[in-house]
């Protein structure tokens, strides 16, 4: 067990080393891991091309309004004016123009680019929460099952064993039916209830997966010497668990995190697809593609919202990935 | 140094410390057995002095170093520091003595978080003791990195940026914070480059003679503790076969297995090497799962008889300050069976040993 995080990118490693031999002239500035992963993620053009998208992706749902007020029209307007009466498809094949970037929808000729638009909204902001709600619980759980260990460790790990045996699909697809029947009972209605609905189904089914990783972790980062050291100055537990051991987890729990976003857009298109997700009128990336099914002679009804999640979750995937390399140089390749 | 040592109250008194990792098998943890790690260790350690605590990989030094700070619960056995009894002491009335007694570890690069920086590694024991300090916690911290001859501008370094005798430095400065009276270093220096033990030890001995300290260094470098100890204590399966002054273990050693150990300190020297007998032991260290009764060494040892078999030798003094657990001793003058092949007896080819450490 030698030097588990002692990184040394060989570009890195030439100028501290140099600094630290000398007396220390100039100002010595320490860099932190943090800073050296930042530096070392700034020279990865590929991860860095899927953050700038990942950053336009997120800045275009928050300003889906702003967006859709400027190349397109509402989202939920109807444009039967574009719609060849006779085959109920687009007139021209497509509609595109510069008027509709995307074309429109056959039948009702809604806007598609503001559809796809209002459709990274609800994409990301469940794959977001969900993701987030995944790692909270799975954090806890691995740091208190790998610190703790014992009963506390093989209850919490059995759990996780359940989780991932739930059929979660089945179990889905009957909770909206069951909840459909309650729907005007509840005090939360309509895309809401939708969107907390597919967090939950998402997020708390897919803690064990991080669960099990921070697990291994904390249990690794539990025998290190510095653990030991804290307890003979007399730490608590606590500062241990926050001060000591927490730290050292950022880096996993943000790799992760970045990587089980995009499997979640993919998750929440899927339920979305089946029917589970976000009702129509309110557009949805599965949604369109659960609708485009019927309209295969009109391509370009499917094409664009199953671009915009592949682009999304290849532009997740390769940030994570550059993101995992630089913060953990040794699991690369 | 350790001429009188009965007649002051020892620092450290350590009586028949035990400590046995249950093993467990099958669903219900079953407990089928017991790693007896240290089994049976007595020993005191007065202000001022060095005891050296040697023997080969799993003979229990580490888990004895664990156990005198703590960090592990003994299974038996007594440690008593500066008279009271601190064994089955709970962590929260532990807590103020553990200023008295810190540890230097063997990992430099295991025993500093990555995550944080110097000045918080060596700050930590001031703001979880919560001592105050005259001129705020840096001040404290850089006076430490001095004195371990650090540089204290390297305050808001990472650990990453130092090298291996630096991160040692590092981790010396963080035991020193408290001012202890008693510090157990384990193996303090066998992660370290040859080039560099040798600053580490000769650091260890400054700061010993600057600030008063009290060691107990664990290691399995015999050069290292003969420079070191003023007293070796010589552990095998967990437990102390052999017990002496340094100059006595060194240069007439009455255990079997010391022999054997001494036997293969190398010699930086071709034309010497010859004049000495190298003891080659059978076999290996038996498990500690299932030790041999009796005498635990019995299954190695050229001299063993039938008694060594079934009666265990008990740890006692046959010259002054110089306690031997051995039926037939060597080197000792009412030695019964005298026809030992005698190794290294003489000493004088074990000099070079003493000029550096040197692994």
């Given at each position: 067990m030698t030097a588990p995080l002692d990184v040394s990118g060989d570009e890195q490693h030439a100028a501290p080393e140099a600094v630290s031999q000398g007396a220390g002239a100039k100002a010595i500035q320490g860099r932190s891991l943090g800073q050296i992963a930042w530096t070392r993620l700034k020279r990865d053009k590929v991860a860095m091309g899927g953050a700038g998208v990942v950053v336009f992706l997120i800045l275009a749902a928050v300003f889906a309004p702003v967006v859709v007020g400027w190349f397109g029209?509402?989202?939920?307007?109807?444009?039967?004016?574009?719609?060849?009466?006779?085959?109920?498809?687009p007139k021209g094949g497509t509609g595109i123009s510069a008027d509709f970037l995307f074309g429109v929808e056959p039948v009702n000729g809604r806007d598609l680019f503001s559809r796809v638009v209002y459709g990274a909204r609800i994409s990301l902001l469940v794959a977001f929460l969900a993701t987030l709600l995944s790692v909270v619980i799975g954090s806890i759980m691995g740091v208190v099952a790998g610190y703790f260990g014992g009963w506390v460790d093989a209850l919490i790990s059995r759990l996780m064993d359940v989780f991932l045996a739930f059929p979660l699909l089945v179990f889905a697809l009957s909770l909206v039916g069951v909840l459909g029947q309650f729907e005007t009972q509840l005090a939360i209605k309509g895309d809401t209830l939708r969107i907390l609905l597919l967090v939950f189904i998402i997020g708390f089914f897919n803690w064990p997966y991080i669960g099990r990783i921070i697990r291994g972790q904390t249990l690794s980062l539990r025998e290190r010497e510095f653990v030991d050291a804290a307890r003979s100055i007399g730490a608590r537990g606590p500062y241990i668990l926050f001060r000591e051991i927490l730290p050292n987890l950022i880096a996993p729990i943000l790799i992760y995190a970045t990587l089980l976003i995009p499997s979640n857009v993919l998750f929440e298109a899927a339920l979305s697809f089946l029917g589970v997700g976000i009702q129509p009128p309110t557009a949805t990336w599965g949604g369109m593609l659960a609708a485009a099914v019927k309209y295969y002679t009109v391509p370009h009804f499917m094409f664009f919202p199953g671009m915009a999640i592949f682009i999304t979750v290849l532009a997740f995937n390769l940030f994570g990935d550059g993101l995992r390399d630089a913060l953990d140089p040794r699991s690369s390749r | 140094m350790t001429t009188e040592p009965l007649l002051t109250e020892p620092l450290l008194s350590v009586r028949g410390l035990e400590k046995h990792f249950p093993v467990t098998a099958g669903l219900l943890k079953r407990q089928v057995g017991a790693v007896r790690a240290v089994d049976g260790v007595s020993f005191d350690v007065v202000k001022g002095e060095t005891l050296g605590l040697v023997g080969e990989s799993g003979c229990g030094k580490t888990t004895t170093g664990r156990l005198i700070t703590r960090l592990i619960e003994p299974t038996g056995g007594k440690i008593a520091f500066e008279g009271e009894d601190v064994t089955h002491m709970s962590q929260g009335r532990m807590r103020p003595l553990r200023r008295d007694i810190q540890m230097i570890f063997q990992d430099p690069y295991s025993s500093?978080?990555?995550?944080?920086?110097v000045g918080a590694i060596v700050g930590a024991p001031f703001r979880i003791q919560g001592i105050k300090t005259e001129h705020g916690v840096k001040k404290a911290v850089q006076e430490i990195l001095e004195l371990v001859g650090l540089n204290p501008e390297h305050y808001n370094r990472y650990p990453h940026e130092f090298s291996g005798g630096q991160r040692q430095r590092i981790g010396i400065a963080r035991t020193l914070a408290l001012k202890p009276k008693l510090i157990i270093a384990d193996e303090p220096v066998s992660a370290l480059d040859v080039s560099i033990q040798a600053q580490v030890v000769n650091l260890l001995e400054d700061l010993q003679n600057e600030l008063d300290l009290t060691y107990v260094v664990i290691a399995h470098d015999l050069s290292v503790v003969r420079h070191i100890s003023d007293r070796v204590a010589v552990m095998y399966l967990g437990k102390i076969v052999e017990m002496a002054d340094r100059k006595d273990l060194y240069?007439?050693?009455?255990h079997p297995y010391t022999n054997a150990l001494l036997s293969a300190?190398?010699?930086?020297?071709p034309k010497r090497r010859t004049d000495r007998e190298r003891i080659r032991l059978q076999g290996d260290v038996p498990s500690p799962l299932n030790p041999p009764p009796a005498c635990r060494f019995h299954t190695r040892?050229?001299?063993?008889?039938?008694i060594c078999r079934t009666v265990e030798p008990p740890l006692t003094a046959l010259a002054p300050g110089h306690q031997v657990a051995c039926h037939f001793p060597e080197n000792f003058a009412g030695n019964p069976s005298g026809n030992a092949p005698s190794a290294p007896a003489d000493g004088q080819e074990k000099e070079p040993g003493t000029a550096s450490p040197v692994s």
């Open positions: 029209h509402p989202p939920n307007e109807f444009h039967q004016e574009m719609i060849d009466t006779l085959t109920m498809q | 500093l978080n990555p995550r944080h920086t240069e007439t050693p009455m300190v190398p010699i930086p020297d040892c050229w001299k063993a008889q039938e």
